[in-house]
């Protein structure tokens, strides 16, 4: 490698490899420096304030709803940064995935950090039991291109006919992350959605929309699994993780997969993720065993 980096500048550019975009908490969580102080003035500035920056940040400016404070900066990396983490991988560039046109959301940003959390989360929890991935999709990453006509879409994007069917107004849905797991001699697909505003109308509606996917198996067959599926609905907000559990037992076909769908709180999979799961009545769930 021509540049010469810290170990933990290095560590943040192959974090912002796996994440894609992380905030200086969440460097700190990943326990690649000691203190926020240090992550600011010795790895981010450090890696920013370069002539050709190994990585860039996001400013949103605004106030955190009814938190106080302001959102955080988000950072990736540039496309130079990507280029250094494929040369000290020795990957082809191309496997590098980062946004090639910078930061430019604003709207979820709030989401975009929760789902990022969770997946730091599954991870910090995989590794400390040995367990491998083999999947690794997230909606903020994109497939096709917008050559000739053509369009993007999520990574996540899963097609099923059937939703049309329920009156829906397109036949894929978007899931927040799909994480293929090794763990041992098992295999298992997690499917995440995080819900980070206060709609039960609007959440139920969307995890009716993983009942039907469950049922035919447009999930396992978008990535020819035969792996069991499990279905990670996180909540930030108590009102939901509540109401929500109640209205889906009312919902036609969930009882078919009940034991597929399971629930928690934000903040308690930032604090242990392998505490606090549950199914939709009550009983206690166990999908990260220690």
Request: glycine content about 8%; proline content about 4%; charged content about 20%.
């Amino acid at each position: 490698m021509s540049l010469v980096l810290t170990n933990s500048q290095l560590s943040f550019l192959e974090k912002l490899a796996c994440f894609r975009y992380l905030t200086a908490q969440q460097c700190l969580d990943l326990g690649i420096s000691q203190n926020l102080n240090s992550v600011r003035s010795n790895v981010i500035n450090k890696l920013f304030k370069r002539s050709r920056p190994l990585i860039e940040r996001g400013s949103f400016g605004q106030e955190l709803p009814g938190k106080g404070g302001r959102i955080p900066y988000v950072h990736c990396l540039t496309k130079h940064g990507a280029g250094i983490i494929a040369d000290y991988w020795q990957v082809p560039e191309d496997q590098i995935l980062f946004p090639v046109g910078g930061i430019q959301f604003a709207r979820d940003v709030l989401h975009r950090i929760a789902t990022i959390d969770c997946h730091i989360q599954i991870r910090d929890w995989l590794n400390g039991i040995g367990g491998t991935v083999e999947i690794s999709d997230w909606y903020f990453d994109k497939t096709g291109s917008q050559k000739r006509g053509g369009s993007l879409e999520a990574s996540t994007r899963v097609y099923s006919p059937e939703l049309l069917s329920r009156g829906l107004h397109s036949k894929w849905c978007e899931p927040d992350g799909i994480v293929g797991l090794q763990i041992g001699n098992v295999s298992i697909l997690y499917v995440l959605e995080v819900h980070c505003f206060p709609d039960t109308g609007r959440i139920t509606e969307q995890l009716t929309n993983h009942i039907t996917l469950l049922k035919n198996g447009a999930i396992a067959k978008k990535y020819r699994s035969e792996n069991s599926q499990l279905v990670l609905s996180v909540h930030e907000h108590k009102s939901t993780f509540e109401s929500v559990k109640a209205r889906l037992q009312g919902t036609l076909g969930f009882d078919e997969v009940a034991n597929d769908v399971v629930f928690n709180r934000l903040d308690q999979i930032k604090n242990d993720i392998t505490q606090g799961w549950v199914y939709a009545d009550g009983r206690p769930a166990n999908p990260f065993p220690r």
